[in-house]
């Protein structure tokens, strides 16, 4: 089967950097992405990886290494309103269904 | 960006009804659709993909029966949960992906909050 684990939970500082890890081990992979949900909305997209290396978008930059199977969320200036779950998922065929991790609920406290 | 949509917003219904849930790309043709659903707490689960003009393909462990999926045209696909039952209350959510050559990323819509009495 298909396995993506995220820390369940983590708590985080207003202003201070969070790293949310994730791991896979898939049968495929064509992409790796991040999403951030709030309770009770939908999933928004925050990053896609294919290639290794590092994706910076203002506050938000996500890495990934395929040989390891692994990647990160980081998170910086840390703000109220980024208190949310965060969603690891990896597309394992072009143009094909997400399998998504369990989510990593981030609260940021002040 | 593209725009998903969702409707209903939430839904409460007597258990043995049947409920449809439309789920729109307004701004993009969606050539593939994804239903997934979220029980609270946990992540969402893939429950079928939905490509316009065939049959959906089910995910193992969803009934294909109970739960209807239409892709009538490349902006609109539908859910139907046939005959609901209180563990069928969830939260719903489609995605779509656009249709262009070497374009992953799925766009997702606001999401169905279903109740079943």
């Known amino acids: 089967g298909q396995n993506i684990d995220q820390p369940t939970e983590m708590t985080a500082t207003e202003g201070a950097i969070v790293q949310i890890n994730c791991t896979y081990q898939?049968?495929?992979?064509?992409?790796l992405f991040w999403y951030q949900q709030h309770a009770g909305e939908a999933p928004t997209f925050l990053s896609y990886?294919?290639?290794?290396g590092l994706e910076e978008k203002g506050r938000f930059s996500s890495f990934l290494s395929r040989s390891k199977g692994y990647s990160y969320l980081l998170l910086k200036e840390l703000q109220m309103k980024d208190s949310a779950s965060y969603l690891c998922?990896?597309?394992?065929?072009?143009?094909?269904?997400?399998?998504f991790g369990a989510g990593t609920i981030l609260r940021v406290k002040s | 960006g593209a725009v998903v949509s969702q409707h209903p917003s939430w839904v409460i219904c007597k258990s043995g009804t049947s409920v449809k849930i439309e789920c729109r790309s307004l701004?993009?043709?969606?050539?593939?659709m994804f239903w997934y659903r979220q029980f609270p707490k946990q992540s969402l689960m893939l429950m079928a993909t939905?490509?316009?003009?065939?049959?959906?393909?089910?995910e193992q462990g969803v009934e294909k029966d109970k739960f209807l999926i239409n892709h009538a045209s490349l902006t609109l696909s539908t859910l139907t949960v046939t005959s609901a039952h209180p563990e069928d209350s969830s939260f719903y959510i489609c995605s779509a992906r656009l249709g262009l050559a070497g374009y992953n990323e799925q766009f997702f819509g606001p999401g169905t909050r279903l109740t079943v009495l």
């Open positions: 998922a990896v597309i394992m065929e072009y143009g094909n269904k997400l399998v």
């Open positions: 990886n294919v290639l290794d």
């Open positions: 939905s490509n316009e003009g065939s049959k959906a393909t089910y």
């Open positions: 898939t049968s495929g992979f064509n992409g």
């Open positions: 701004d993009f043709q969606a050539t593939t």
